[in-house]
């Protein structure tokens, strides 16, 4: 197994060669490598400005309004992710269907390595987002599993709900006018923030259900205490990745030896 980290303009607070050792220190001799943006490999004019079309059209609008399958973007918005891709801006706020934007990472890794040998985890700041025909809108998502997977330094601040007093008094705090900042400072520590230490240790637990869906097809665990459980709240994101007593639960501990067992 190798385990391929992209860093697709993800969070600054990010260290991804801590996560990286971690890795390697959870995973026996894998291979670990940490690569920079995935577009590296494809910067021609050419490429550039595909991806930043295919990219554009997968924006969303209107959470409640599925996108056509072939949407056609506007031409700043073709440009805007053209800098993006160029490392010129940064995006903050704009939604992505995640399933597209995906299929679009995955059109710039080299074909030799797709297949369950490698583990390509994209970590991006982008905001992802899955269409549920249930209530036909939008969700936000902190991570997608498949060939490669991507997880979301944003989604992982944004997607699992913060405690409902925090909705309840930032309702109050708006209708008075009063600064938000006095709300987060009130709740600081019940909820991942921009501009947190801890983001790392996070994404480390999401790192390995990448790993886990390569290794078993299924990235997540039940067990509220294990890295592997899918969090819908941030104060059960918070117990799985930083507050639990144990890392992984006994089934996923096993698996776990095994996988490091074979790459001795």
Known sequence: MKVILYNESAAEELNIEEIARYLRQKL?????????????????????????????????????????????????????????????????GVLYDGFRLRRIFGEVIPGEEL????????????????WDNSNQR???RASIYSIPSVVSTTGLIEAPAKPREYYLLKQQYERLGKDLSE??????????????????????????????YSLTGDPFCEDKGCRLYNAHWQEELIFAQLESGY?????????????QASHR
């Open 115 to 130: 297949s369950l040998e490698f583990v390509h985890i994209i970590l991006t700041n982008r905001l992802l987002v899955t």
């Open 183 to 212: 709300l987060k400072e009130s709740f600081r520590g019940s909820f991942i923030d921009y501009e947190d230490k801890r983001l790392s240790e996070v994404v480390k637990g999401y790192a390995m259900q990448a790993v886990f």
């Open 28 to 92: 026996g001799k894998a291979k670990i490598e940490v690569r920079g943006s995935p577009f590296v490999s494809s910067l021609t004019q050419d490429s550039i400005l595909d991806f930043a079309r295919k990219i554009a059209s997968a924006k969303i609008q209107e959470v409640n309004q599925k996108i056509p399958s072939e949407q056609e973007p506007l031409h700043g918005e073709i440009e805007y992710e053209k800098r993006r891709i160029l490392g010129k801006t940064r995006a903050f």
């Open 138 to 140: 939008y969700h936000l």
């Open 247 to 259: 890392e992984f639960c006994q089934r996923h501990t096993r698996l776990l030896r095994k996988a």
